[in-house]
Nanobody, 123 residues
Framework: QVHLVESGGGLVQPGGSLRLSCAASGFTVDDYDIGWFRQAPGKEREVVSCISSSDESSYYGDSVKGGFTISRDNAKNMVYLQMSSLKPEATGVYYC????????????????WGQGTLVTVSE
């Protein structure tokens, strides 16, 4: 069975940092494109970042460029999202998702989703 479990969310002050983790089971993360998505309160889900399994390329949504870094640890079967210089508009539930390459990162087609972890950026 395929499972994705996010962790690392919480309350952080503006300007602070968090590292989100996505633990995968039932498949190998280096065989799939892995994406991070955010759903802010009252808004649609948007892509934050994606890392490709085919060529190791990483992609970032326009709203997060420069402050976020996606990475993958194949030995641990984990994917991470390092977030720095956080702003209140980064608040939301963050989901990781897995999809076959290249449709995952290129077409935002993902087969498997985690349950999400809440990030709140506030004083």
């Amino acid at each position: 069975q395929v499972h994705l479990v996010e962790s690392g969310g919480g309350l952080v002050q503006p300007g602070g940092s968090l590292r989100l983790s996505c633990a995968a089971s039932g498949f190998t993360v280096d065989d799939y494109d892995i994406g991070w998505f955010r759903q802010a309160p009252g808004k649609e889900r948007e892509v934050v970042s994606c890392i490709s399994s085919s060529d190791e390329s990483s992609y970032y949504g326009d709203s997060v460029k420069g402050g976020f870094t996606i990475s993958r640890d194949n030995a641990k079967n984990m994917v991470y999202l390092q977030m720095s210089s956080l702003k209140p508009e980064a608040t939301g539930v963050y989901y990781c998702a897995a999809g076959r390459s290249p449709s995952g990162c290129h077409n935002l087609m993902f087969e498997y989703w985690g349950q999400g972890t809440l990030v709140t950026v506030s004083e």
